[in-house]
């Protein structure tokens, strides 16, 4: 018989790591500039964080995107591998 509850755990665990990278990219960014970027404004698809900020904001990550990507290789595992 099909059980559906180990069939929706699946998606429970999906959501839990769509939020842990989310939250990865924000503690990173924070780390490595100063300032906080709220989880709701930042996308993680196929390994790549979309930040959505204030131009400003954004040029700030991009001058620091190295020493971001080694934080976020260090906290994830490589699952995030660029930032735009």
Not at 7 to 34: H, I, P, T
Not at 63 to 81: A, H, N, P, Q
Request: proline share 1%; glycine share 4%; net charge positive.
């Amino acid at each position: 018989m099909f059980d559906i509850g180990s069939y929706l755990e699946k998606f429970k665990n999906l959501s839990q790591s769509r939020n842990f990278l989310r939250d990865s990219v924000a503690l990173a960014v924070k780390e490595a500039c100063g300032f906080d970027i709220k989880t709701e404004n930042i996308i993680v698809k196929s390994a790549v964080a979309r930040i959505n900020a204030r131009p400003v904001i954004k040029t700030e990550i991009f001058l620091k995107k190295e020493k971001i990507l080694k934080i976020l290789k260090e906290k994830t595992g490589g699952k995030v591998v660029d930032i735009l």
